[in-house]
């Protein structure tokens, strides 16, 4: 079945250092990709998406690139914030799915901006 | 803006009593998920609601677990008994249908069984 792997966290950095977190997916077809954010005792917020090969999606500073060579599609963002902070799940919709967009989810990266 | 609501916010309840969760998505939203999020962990599609109809509840725990969306609106996942393992947050979530679009999550349910 499909499945999403991301580096485990926590990814503790300072403000305005360079962020990568890593995510590989395995998948039949062409999914989508996505990658949510999640705040203290909040729900989800997509935060960017990709539909494609090589599709780029970006937000907020963020972006990730859809590489279908190596099934991947990494976060990453120039100089991060303090209000950065958050954990971060990547996810895919099968290309299969007639019928809406079901998401299967990484298991999250925890993400800690020191001032 | 537009939400999806869900309530209550938190629930504690005692091992083998009923609880209930209630989602009410997006207006015009025909596609509603209920996921389960265990802390430390990605959430995980319980159950997939078009209008009305279930099209996905393969990983619905039947034997205790119930969802229904009587008028293809709003949404109540229902558990009973509620056992120690269930603790965790239950998030809804709505999109339309058509193609792919955005999936819009609600804040969630925690819920505490001791």
């Known amino acids: 079945g499909d499945s999403v792997t991301q580096m485990e966290g926590p990814v503790t950095l300072s403000e305005e250092a360079f962020l990568t977190i890593n995510c590989t997916y395995t998948?039949?077809?062409?999914?989508?990709l996505f990658w949510y954010v999640q705040y203290p005792g909040e729900g989800l917020q997509l935060l960017l998406k990709a539909t494609k090969a090589d599709d780029k999606g970006s937000n907020k500073g963020f972006e990730a690139t859809y590489r279908k060579e190596t099934t991947s599609f990494h976060l990453e963002k120039g100089s991060v914030q303090v209000s950065d902070s958050a954990v971060y799940f990547c996810?895919?919709?099968?290309?299969?799915?007639?019928?809406?967009?079901?998401?299967?989810f990484g298991g999250g990266t925890r993400l800690m901006v020191k001032p | 803006e537009a939400e999806v609501a869900q309530s209550p916010r938190y629930k504690i309840t005692e091992k083998s009593q009923a609880v209930a969760f209630w989602c009410d998505p997006i207006s015009g939203h025909a596609t509603l998920y209920w996921y389960r999020q265990i802390l430390g962990q990605g959430p995980e599609l319980l159950v997939q609601?078009?209008?009305?109809?279930?099209?996905?509840d393969s990983q619905l725990p039947k034997d205790r677990f119930s969802a229904e969306r009587l008028k293809g609106v709003d949404s109540t996942l229902k558990i009973q008994p509620a056992e120690l393992g269930d603790s965790a947050m239950y998030l809804c979530?709505?999109?339309?249908?058509?193609?792919?679009?955005?999936?819009?999550f609600g804040q969630g349910t925690r819920l505490t069984v001791v």
């Open positions: 996810a895919l919709s099968p290309s299969h799915n007639n019928a809406g967009n079901m998401l299967t």
């Open positions: 998948a039949t077809g062409y999914p989508s």
């Open positions: 609601f078009q209008d009305e109809s279930v099209v996905d």
């Open positions: 979530a709505s999109s339309l249908v058509s193609g792919y679009t955005e999936a819009f």
